[in-house]
T-cell receptor
Framework: DTGVSQNPRHKITKRGQNVTFRCDPI?????LYWYRQTLGQGPEFLTY????????KSRLLSDRFSAERPKGSFSTLEIQRTEQGDSAMYLC?????????????FGNGTRLTVT | AQTVTQSQPEMSVQEAETVTLSCTYD???????LFWYKQPPSRQMILVIR??????QNATENRFSVNFQKAAKSFSLKISDSQLGDAAMYFC???????????FGAGTRLTVKP
């Protein structure tokens, strides 16, 4: 079990640029989640996948955000035309499909700074 | 909509003492799960303890235990014999049974004084 891996760890970009983050979940986990965490706050749910299917998207996920998990393994989160308000830690987590009692396994996150 | 409230932004405890972190939640569901996660500085979030709503017995994991009051929708975390390594942000979280889109509170920053 190598854990959930996220790349890059840090990303600094200029406003208006596009950025893409990658998440590699624990290999046997079917579910993959994206959360956003701003300083001093708890993680906010963005979206989740079961295998390659995107099952839910938060209202926080504007049309500038898109997430994919094409083969049911790794996932990417893209933010187009970044804004300063997008600056946050983007957390990926995975879990097996065992219902609501399955704890999430988090990655170390990707910290995005939009200048 | 489900909400999770942590009313203590910061707490401190003396090493070896006991501290209780508060959490309340709002839901209309009867089947759900509650969690406490720990996020040390610059490190990944890890699970501390979890509780199934249908269980009346409070969950315990070594020095960590919860006081689950379903009617009051309260889920506090007690840390006994606090250690320096317990210093972290603690997040209370909620998920509905069979639908694991977890919702988190704003967190409580715990400081442990030597």
């Amino acid at each position: 079990d190598t854990g959930v891996s996220q790349n890059p760890r840090h990303k600094i970009t200029k406003r208006g640029q596009n950025v893409t983050f990658r998440c590699d979940p624990i290999s046997e986990h079917n579910r993959l989640y994206w959360y956003r965490q701003t300083l001093g706050q708890g993680p906010e749910f963005l979206t989740y996948f079961q295998n390659e299917a995107q099952l839910e998207k938060s209202r926080l996920l504007s049309d500038r955000f898109s997430a994919e998990r094409p083969k049911g393994s790794f996932s990417t989160l893209e933010i187009q035309r970044t804004e300063q308000g997008d600056s946050a830690m983007y957390l990926c987590a995975s879990s097996p499909v065992r219902g609501g009692n399955s704890p999430l396994h988090f990655g170390n996150g990707t910290r995005l700074t939009v200048t | 909509a489900q909400t999770v409230t942590q009313s203590q932004p910061e707490m401190s405890v003396q090493e070896a003492e006991t501290v209780t972190l508060s959490c309340t939640y709002d839901t209309s569901e009867s089947d759900y799960y509650l969690f406490w996660y720990k996020q040390p500085p610059s490190r990944q979030m890890i699970l501390v303890i979890r509780q199934e709503a249908y269980k009346q017995q409070n969950a315990t994991e070594n020095r960590f235990s919860v006081n689950f009051q379903k009617a009051a929708k309260s889920f506090s975390l007690k840390i006994s014999d606090s250690q320096l390594g317990d210093a972290a942000m603690y997040f209370c979280a909620y998920s509905v049974g069979g639908n694991n889109d977890m919702r988190f509170g704003a967190g409580t920053r715990l400081t442990v004084k030597p």
